[in-house]
């Protein structure tokens, strides 16, 4: 098989990079693939190479990796592009996220019905658009035939707004999907057919049966009747997917939300730090609250830390598997040590239409009629089988009641906010707010908006002038 390029932006992050990179390693037929790295941060991309480096040589690969510093250098030639950048970082998500709690709007302005995850802003996340746009752009006039894949968040929107501004192949991923394995854990299920639909951080449990038709909503309803949720305790912020959220919003909408789809409910569940709690469980009060949010930083830049320790160690010669902490990042290594895969669906989905090997994932892409009762110009979140090139989507039926209370709702958000960005129209915004339960007066939306989007403009301007 020809040598693939597979470039990878934003190749410093905490959450992706070793992931990937792990996962290409097992996949025989891609080793003779050269992995191209960028980031605007140097001493992470250049810890990441290092550390590629060495995990190759762990896994006998023959993978060879280099680090460029532009776009258009990522991109040129590219077979494959995977975006996991964060314009901004986890900083500029904190600045806007205290400017709007400044303002009365607790979590930030982004916080709405429907889009309570802590880093999938899109009201104020001009700076990450105009980054999906360029490197999209820079597809479109480089490498026409490269695949885009999009890891960044917001993938609904990033996902929906490259695919209608540009006529790139795209595929956006998120993991949220595998929780189904705790509701099957749940019930003591090993081997079970299951289905996912909707949009991203929306997807709703459609298809969930034994391996020969026996449908398991049955034994979900039997179980419900007997939970006592004042016993719920989380193991950490992330542990949700049976929390009384998820029971409340199954008995709401009638399907069974799926992964980051527990975070992503009303006000009913998210007015302040103590409902959050009543919720989500205690200490933490889920993911997205202030102290949910804070353990989650800390564990990425705990890994940040680590593997810039683990590079230098590397570096004077410690070989990857002997590397030790005592701290939770050890089970992050042993994850990219592990034969197994990491369960990221980027590499086996790049496998798959290079190898015409047949594979299920979960994809987002244009729905165009693909999901029944969505808007076709939004990106839908679906399972598909891929082969080569070809995409054999699921029929996926999800209820009226679904589509009309959670996934309509969700989706004119997502629109709107793309309206705003692409008009660059901060009214659009202010009007937006005029209709969020925390505003009190108009006065309070004037200066939010005086104070927080020449920063959104600013930021967005850097990303403009990158190459
Ligand atoms: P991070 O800040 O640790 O890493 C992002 C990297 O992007 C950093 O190394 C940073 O230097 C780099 N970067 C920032 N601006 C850049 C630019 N303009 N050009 C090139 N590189 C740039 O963030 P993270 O926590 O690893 O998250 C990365 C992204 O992945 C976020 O958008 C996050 O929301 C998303 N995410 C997605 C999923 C999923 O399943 N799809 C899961 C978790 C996180």
Request: glycine content about 6%; aromatic content about 12%; some cysteine.
């Amino acid at each position: 098989m020809a040598g693939l390029k597979i470039g990878i932006i934003g190749a410093g992050s905490a959450v992706f990079s070793m992931k990937i990179i792990s996962d290409l390693c097992k996949f025989p037929n891609l080793s003779d693939s050269h992995v191209v790295l960028m980031d605007i941060d140097r001493v992470r991309v250049e810890n990441v190479l290092i550390l590629a480096k060495e995990l190759a040589s762990y896994f006998n690969s023959k993978l060879t990796f280099s680090i460029v510093d532009t776009i258009k250098e990522v991109v040129d030639g590219a077979d494959f592009v995977i975006n996991t950048a964060m314009a901004g970082g986890h900083g500029y998500l904190d600045l806007v996220r205290s400017i709007g709690e400044k303002h009365g709007y607790y979590r930030g302005i982004d916080a709405q019905n429907y889009n309570f995850v802590s880093d999938y802003l899109n009201l104020t996340n001009w700076n990450q658009f105009t980054l999906f746009l360029k490197i999209a752009r820079t597809i479109e006039k480089y490498s026409p035939n490269a695949w885009y894949l999009q890891a960044a968040n917001p993938v609904f929107e990033g996902t929906t707004l490259v695919s209608t501004q540009t006529g790139i192949k795209m595929v956006g991923f998120c993991h949220g999907h595998y929780a189904v394995e705790i509701l099957a854990n749940y019930l003591g299920v090993k081997e079970y057919e299951w289905q996912v639909g909707g949009v991203n951080h929306g997807i709703w449990l459609t298809k969930f049966s034994t391996k020969d038709g026996k449908d398991l909503y049955g034994k979900l309803n039997e179980l419900s009747e007997k939970i006592n949720f004042d016993e719920f305790k989380p193991t950490n912020p992330f542990d949700d997917q049976l929390s009384p959220v998820a029971w409340d919003m199954y008995k709401m909408y009638g399907l069974f939300p799926i992964g980051d789809t527990v975070r992503n409910s009303t006000w009913k569940y998210h007015r302040n730090l103590q409902t959050k709690i009543k919720w989500y469980g205690s200490p933490w009060g889920g993911a997205d609250s202030e102290l949910g949010w804070k353990w989650y930083v800390e564990q990425l830049t705990q890994v940040v830390n680590v593997m810039d320790m683990f590079a230098k160690m590397v570096k004077n010669g410690t070989k990857i598997d002997k590397l030790r902490t005592g701290t939770p990042v050890d089970d992050y290594l042993k994850e990219i040590l592990s034969d197994k895969l990491s369960g990221e669906q980027h590499i086996p989905f790049i496998n798959s239409i290079v190898s015409k090997t047949p594979a299920r994932f979960v994809v987002n892409v244009l729905n165009n009629g693909k999901i029944t009762n969505i808007d076709n110009d939004v990106a839908v979140e679906i399972c598909a089988t891929v082969c080569g090139e070809e995409f054999k989507f699921e029929e996926t039926l999800i209820p009226k009641r679904v589509v009309n209370w959670y996934l309509k709702p969700r989706i004119l958000l997502a629109k709107q906010a793309l309206d705003a960005f692409l008009n660059k129209d901060v009214k659009l915004i202010s009007d937006i707010l005029e209709r969020d339960p925390r505003t009190q007066s108009s006065e309070q939306v004037e200066k939010l908006i005086t104070e927080l989007y020449p920063i959104v403009i600013k930021n967005m301007k850097q990303i403009e002038e990158q190459v």
